[in-house]
């Protein structure tokens, strides 16, 4: 309770009013503990993401593997022409920006997407968009729908400069298993400036929806 609270109530209270009183702070109560239960699934998503990506990129594990991923809604904000990794910057803070201001039910992580048109040309740092992961809902016009389907994915490590080889490998195994690549390219950031100072540790998940050539 606030003091201004304690002293209204003070001032004139009865067992009827200090039991509504009590209840109100029951409601008060289960709202936190229901934002703490949100806020801590989403703590523990991105560990999981995190762990997930180590294990991936441990000696010896496969460099490229297929995921049959569930449908997924992504907050998106246009990245502005020329799309260098400046324009990349400024657009993922203004989707922070957005979501904080809007109280939007984001994960703690953030992203890209890359035409594959781009890809194929070697651009492979020019993305279209900015995004961050979020629970169903939000402004349905900034809000892109990733349908449930199969995807090849390949972990980036080191700076995103460098993802060029990364991309080839990706399609040169989509080549050779005989899919064909459906989607631009979606690019999870799972290690990144936010939780280390080094650019060699940088991990970027890389997604690209695939179906039988």
Not at 84 to 94: D, G, N, P, Y
Request: glycine residues 4%; aromatic residues 8%.
């Amino acid at each position: 309770f606030s003091l201004q609270e304690i002293k209204a109530h003070m001032q004139h209270y009865d067992l009827d009013s200090s039991l509504a009183m009590l209840r109100r702070q029951l409601d008060v109560i289960d709202r936190k503990v229901a934002e703490l239960k949100l806020v801590r699934s989403r703590v523990q998503n991105r560990c999981d993401q995190m762990e997930s990506a180590r294990a991936h990129c441990a000696p010896g594990q496969p460099g490229i593997e297929l995921e049959d991923a569930p449908a997924q809604d992504l907050f998106c904000l246009p990245v502005q022409a020329p799309y260098t990794l400046r324009e990349i910057s400024i657009a993922t803070k203004q989707c922070f920006a957005r979501a904080a201001a809007e109280a939007l039910p984001v994960f703690f992580q953030c992203g890209v997407v890359v035409p594959l048109e781009k890809i194929r040309a070697g651009r492979c740092t020019e993305a279209s968009l900015a995004f961050l992961p979020i629970e169903r809902g939000g402004p349905a016009e900034e809000v892109r729908r990733l349908p449930a389907g199969r995807r090849a994915c390949i972990y980036h490590v080191g700076d995103y400069l460098s993802e060029g080889q990364s991309y080839r490998k990706l399609l040169d195994w989509c080549g050779e298993h005989r899919l064909r690549i459906v989607s631009d390219a979606y690019e999870f950031c799972i290690n990144d400036y936010l939780t280390t100072h080094d650019e060699s540790e940088y991990i970027t998940k890389i997604a690209v929806y695939v179906e039988k050539a």
